[in-house]
């Protein structure tokens, strides 16, 4: 496929979890995520490289952790002890060597 396919957004109470996943076929350099949220400018949440190296935002280090599995050229946000500012619409990016891909969006809402 040429879109990266997005899974795991929901509704979620503060302090809770979601785990989120992107798969995109072809030679990846460079996975991550991005996030926007009503009236803001899209920003970066987390990356990571071919070889395992990662950036967070400083908003949710120690929250978020973002991995990827090679052989399924999938990468996953995993969401921990989220919080009402986390609520946006969270877009995978894929780096190839062909070009840069972003997916549909999916969409994170943290409420009680």
């Known amino acids: 496929q040429v879109q990266p396919v997005e899974s795991g957004g929901g509704l979620v109470q503060p302090g809770g979890s979601l785990r989120l996943s992107c798969a995109k076929s072809?030679?990846?350099?460079?996975m991550g995520w991005y996030r926007q949220a009503p009236a803001k400018q899209r920003e970066l949440v987390a990356l990571i490289t071919s070889g395992g190296n990662t950036n967070y935002a400083d908003s949710v280090k120690g929250r978020f952790t973002i991995s990827r599995d090679n052989a399924k050229n999938t990468v996953y946000l995993q969401m921990n002890n989220l919080k009402p500012e986390d609520t946006a619409v969270y877009y995978c990016?894929?780096?190839?060597?062909?070009?840069?891909?972003w997916g549909q969006g999916t969409q994170v809402t943290v409420s009680s």
């Open positions: 990016n894929v780096r190839t060597a062909l070009g840069e891909y």
């Open positions: 072809g030679i990846i350099a460079r």
